[in-house]
């Protein structure tokens, strides 16, 4: 249950097939990125792929005395591609490997473009997805839903790449989706249409235990998106930005050139594989020593959030010139999905708040557009009971009272929704299985996916819960991986505010 050794594998295994010789990896903009976070160039050049090209590129010299290997996602667009590639070809011969399945017509059609007799070898591969950590992968989607339904090209593209990670990982699992959520249902059923049909070409091992996947919808636990994450990998990703396990510092004044794009990653970074998961205060004596400063020089009000009722010092906290914008109507956000029907609300004064601070229109739109997503209407979880303030508290903010490091104590959903599935007593009413069957015995492999995003917190989650729960392998998927920014354009995508959309497409030859 590794995505990130999966990946590599498949890679490596291209390379072996295309045999001794020097080599040119042709590949799109999306395999591109599948391949960058799990190789290095320096690794990749000790195998004898000396160039890198885009499929695309319309500057491509003729270079017959390399093996070209072709590593594609099964677009059309790229189908095309390698048609007019295949008619003129500009390497001796071609391994080619797509990341998914592909139809018997384009098969068909490669076959016909194939007048030179150049292709070696076409074969699926199943490495249609990002692999950040072991046991992190995502799609790198935005904005996948329109309301409370699907974007059509993104259920087709989250499909490809869920049942790529099944088949990659060798597992035909049973299938448990979130009730409240039509989108899980429909993914569920078409993962289960596709990797019935798949699995049923390969010899995999069965176990005695079968696997499970579950499917859940982020608007369920919008929380834990807007609170700040405080791991490195975290915080990284919220200040900085990670994109395919790399930094964008190329608009930073006075950069040198070898710091413009920085690469972060656990298998080749030491210090980042040792640091991925400490949280803010265990990083470095300095750093604690650092926060240690800041917090007795806060005002006491800041210092301290014991119980939830303090949350109403919120009005203060707005008039800080101090705090940005953003982080304002995050705080707004909070309160709101927190206290959204209680009778003592003080929303409306606090959007007022927000005006008297000059809040764009547009900011302020988004704490409705944020209840629209993941208020109490559209929740499956009983996130907020509103007849138990202690059990609130503790849910959200599992009791900061008396705890010293009060950045980490958060507890995402999905910790509570896989600690109750190991147990045996995650509800069918609320998370019912695709068919008739049920599992029996504790769960032992478990693919979790998340609609919406997933975020580096909950990554957190599944790592703790693998390393101390013997006999259980978890891995957690998301349509994308959040920080705040992002997770909030994906909110107003949602409310149909905005949104380009990343299409993808795909369908079958020899298996692997």
């Given at each position: 249950?590794?995505?990130?050794?999966?990946v590599k594998?498949?890679?490596?295994k291209?390379?072996e097939?295309?045999?001794?010789?020097?080599?040119?990896?042709?590949?799109?903009?999306?395999?591109?990125?599948i391949?960058?976070?799990v190789?290095t160039?320096?690794?990749?050049l000790q195998?004898?792929?000396?160039l890198?090209?885009?499929?695309?590129?319309q500057?491509?010299?003729?270079?017959?005395h390399l093996?070209?290997?072709?590593?594609?996602?099964p677009?059309?667009e790229?189908?095309?591609?390698?048609i007019?590639?295949?008619?003129?070809?500009?390497y001796?011969?071609?391994?080619?490997?797509?990341?998914n399945v592909?139809s018997?017509?384009e098969?068909?059609?490669?076959?016909e473009?194939d007048?030179?007799?150049?292709?070696?070898?076409?074969?699926?591969?199943?490495?249609?997805?990002?692999?950040?950590?072991p046991?992190?992968?995502?799609?790198?989607?935005?904005?996948?839903a329109?309301g409370?339904?699907?974007?059509p090209?993104?259920?087709a593209r989250?499909?490809?790449?869920?049942?790529s990670?099944?088949?990659?990982?060798?597992?035909?699992p049973?299938?448990?989706?979130?009730?409240s959520?039509d989108?899980s249902?429909?993914?569920?059923?078409?993962?289960?249409?596709?990797?019935?049909k798949?699995y049923e070409?390969?010899?995999?091992r069965?176990?005695?235990?079968?696997?499970?996947?579950l499917?859940?919808?982020r608007?369920?636990?919008?929380?834990?998106?807007l609170?700040?994450q405080w791991?490195?990998?975290?915080?990284?990703h919220?200040?900085?930005g990670?994109?395919?396990?790399?930094?964008?510092?190329?608009?930073v004044?006075?950069?040198?050139?070898?710091?413009?794009e920085v690469?972060?990653?656990?298998?080749?970074?030491?210090?980042?594989?040792?640091?991925?998961y400490l949280n803010?205060?265990e990083?470095?004596?300095n750093i604690?020593n650092?926060?240690?400063?800041?917090q007795?020089?806060?005002?006491?009000?800041q210092?301290k959030?014991?119980?939830?009722?303090?949350?109403?010092?919120?009005?203060?906290?707005l008039q800080s010139?101090?705090?940005?914008?953003?982080d304002?109507?995050r705080?707004?956000?909070?309160?709101a999905?927190?206290?959204?029907?209680?009778?003592?609300s003080?929303l409306?004064?606090?959007m007022?708040?927000?005006?008297?601070?000059?809040?764009s229109?547009?900011?302020?739109?988004?704490v409705k557009?944020?209840?629209?997503y993941g208020?109490k209407?559209?929740?499956?979880?009983?996130l907020?009971?509103?007849t138990?303030?202690?059990?609130?508290?503790k849910?959200?903010?599992?009791?900061?009272?008396?705890v010293?490091?009060?950045?980490t104590q958060?507890?995402?959903?999905?910790?509570?929704?896989?600690?109750q599935?190991?147990?045996?007593?995650l509800?069918?009413s609320?998370?019912?299985y695709l068919?008739?069957?049920?599992l029996?015995?504790?769960p032992?492999?478990?693919?979790?996916?998340l609609?919406?995003?997933a975020?580096?917190e909950?990554?957190?989650?599944v790592?703790?819960?693998?390393?101390s729960t013997?006999?259980v392998?978890?891995?957690?998927?998301?349509?994308?991986?959040?920080?705040?920014?992002?997770?909030?354009?994906e909110?107003?995508a949602?409310?149909?505010?905005?949104?380009d959309?990343?299409?993808?497409?795909?369908?079958?030859?020899?298996r692997?």
């Open positions: 249950m590794n995505v990130t050794l999966a594998q498949y890679v490596s291209m390379i097939n295309s045999g001794p010789g020097m080599k040119v990896l042709l590949m799109d903009k999306e395999t591109t990125s391949v960058s976070v190789y160039q320096s690794e990749i195998k004898e792929v000396y890198f090209e885009r499929i695309d590129s500057s491509r010299d003729n270079m017959k093996k070209a290997i072709c590593f594609l996602r677009t059309k790229n189908v095309e591609h390698l007019q590639e295949l008619r003129r070809p500009k001796s011969v071609y391994f080619i490997y797509f990341s592909i018997k017509s098969i068909k059609a490669l076959a473009a007048e030179q007799e150049v292709v070696a070898e076409v074969q699926e591969f199943y490495g249609d997805f990002i692999a950040v950590n046991h992190l992968f995502s799609l790198n989607l935005q904005g996948v329109r409370r339904s699907w974007e090209s993104m259920l989250c499909t490809q790449g869920l049942t990670v099944l088949l990659a990982l060798k597992k035909c049973m299938i448990r989706y979130q009730l959520s989108m249902k429909r993914l569920a059923e078409s993962v289960k249409q596709i990797i019935t798949e070409l390969f010899d995999f069965k176990t005695e235990v079968p696997p499970l996947l499917i859940l919808d608007s369920d636990d919008a929380i834990t998106p609170l700040n791991t490195y990998q975290a915080m990284v919220e200040l900085l990670l994109n395919n396990n790399r930094i964008d510092l190329s608009r004044p006075g950069i040198s050139k070898d710091l413009k690469v972060l990653s656990a298998e080749n970074d030491e210090f980042y594989a040792n640091n991925l803010f205060g990083i470095g004596t604690k650092l926060m240690e400063d800041f007795k020089k806060k005002p006491k009000e210092q959030l014991e119980s939830i009722t303090d949350m109403k010092s919120l009005r203060r906290l010139p101090r705090l940005s914008e953003l304002a109507v705080l707004v956000m909070l309160y999905l927190r206290y959204e029907r209680h009778s003592s003080v409306p004064g606090l007022e708040e927000l005006s008297r601070r000059g809040v229109e547009r900011h302020r739109g988004m557009s944020m209840l629209e208020g209407r559209v929740r499956g979880s009983d907020v009971t509103p138990d303030a202690v059990a609130k508290t849910q959200f903010f599992k009791g900061l009272k008396g010293e490091n009060v950045y958060h507890q995402p959903l999905i910790h509570d929704t896989l600690d599935l190991i147990k045996g007593r509800k069918d609320q998370f019912p068919g008739a069957s049920s029996r015995d504790r032992q492999d478990i693919v979790v996916f609609i919406g995003g975020t580096y909950e990554a957190l989650t790592y703790n819960l693998n390393r013997p006999g392998r978890i891995v957690l998927g998301g349509s994308s991986i959040h920080n705040t920014r992002s997770f909030l354009e909110v107003m949602t409310a149909g505010h905005s949104g959309r990343t299409q993808g497409s795909g369908r079958h030859s020899n692997r």
